[in-house]
């Protein structure tokens, strides 16, 4: 299983993801990680949108860049950072984008989840407003000192013991969800965590609604940086069209002294 201790990643299994722009990474030896719930009946609705604002942690706007995945992944952490330690910490996208773009050995104007998570593993997180976020991306921007140490701060501050759970691996030129990942992805929300989902634009799934008059059944409820603003897509979109799931987890709060504790992932 791949955990974050300490905002320190311990890579233990596979490396997958999404992007909303730029080329396919190649596949990854391995299989992702799941998490199973007790086969219990699924409530017909789940609605996270004013847990999300009332942590602080209201949707983001990515403008006009491609970095859909990054604000996904940030927002993931920041929830589930948030739900552990009650302090709602905005981490800076900016900075995460440049990290996975060195994971990826290239900068990029957004990236897949995998080099997110990869990138954040070696380089850390830090505050959005030590590296605010640019309307245009910049190949040559790099970090400030001061960034790179508020990163390694956070690092150093963390209480949190934070777990990447994968339901759907990317797996190249592949679409859609199985049954079981399908109730998965429900399952996860129902136990009050947001998902994020990676398709051509990714988003995070912040509940759902059943609704038989909507194609596939339903909806979900989404977080979508390109749109600023919750939004929703239907059971049918995410079965069809969801290329990887993952989901972030808060376990126990670790001894330590820290005002500012914030995720790095994986």
């Given at each position: 299983m791949p955990v974050i201790i300490l905002m320190r990643l311990v890579v233990l299994g596979v490396l997958v993801a999404s992007s909303c722009r730029g080329s396919s990474p190649s596949p990854r030896a391995g299989s992702g990680d799941s998490f199973h719930s007790p086969a219990v009946a699924l409530p017909v609705s789940v609605d996270l949108r004013q847990t999300l604002v009332d942590l602080g942690l209201s949707p983001r706007a990515q403008g006009a860049r491609g970095t859909c995945s990054i604000f996904t992944t940030c927002s993931a952490i920041e929830f589930a950072h948030a739900r552990q330690t009650g302090q709602p910490v905005r981490l800076s996208p900016e900075f995460m984008n440049w990290a996975a773009g060195q994971a990826a050995g290239h900068p990029s104007d957004g990236n897949f989840f995998h080099n997110a998570l990869a990138?954040?593993?070696?380089?850390?997180?830090?505050?959005?407003?030590?590296?605010?976020?640019?309307?245009?991306?910049?190949?040559?921007?790099?970090?400030?000192?001061?960034?790179?140490?508020?990163?390694?701060?956070?690092?150093?501050?963390?209480?949190?013991?934070?777990?990447?759970?994968?339901?759907?691996?990317?797996?190249?030129d592949h679409f859609g969800v199985s049954d079981e990942q399908f109730a998965e992805i429900r399952r996860v929300l129902a136990s009050g965590y947001p998902v994020a989902a990676g398709s051509g634009h990714s988003r995070l799934l912040v509940g759902y609604r059943v609704d038989q008059a909507q194609p596939g059944g339903g909806v979900f409820y989404t977080e979508d940086s390109a749109l600023h603003r919750f939004d929703e897509v239907?059971?049918?979109?995410?079965?069809?069209?969801?290329?990887?799931v993952f989901w972030v987890e808060a376990t126990a709060v670790l001894p330590g002294d820290g005002t500012q504790s914030d995720p790095r992932t994986r």
């Open positions: 990138g954040l593993a070696q380089y850390g997180v830090c505050r959005e407003s030590a590296m605010p976020y640019e309307p245009a991306f910049d190949a040559t921007r790099r970090p400030t000192p001061e960034a790179r140490a508020d990163a390694d701060a956070l690092h150093k501050q963390s209480l949190g013991t934070l777990v990447v759970h994968w339901i759907v691996p990317w797996q190249p239907t059971f049918e979109f995410v079965r069809s069209q969801v290329a990887d």
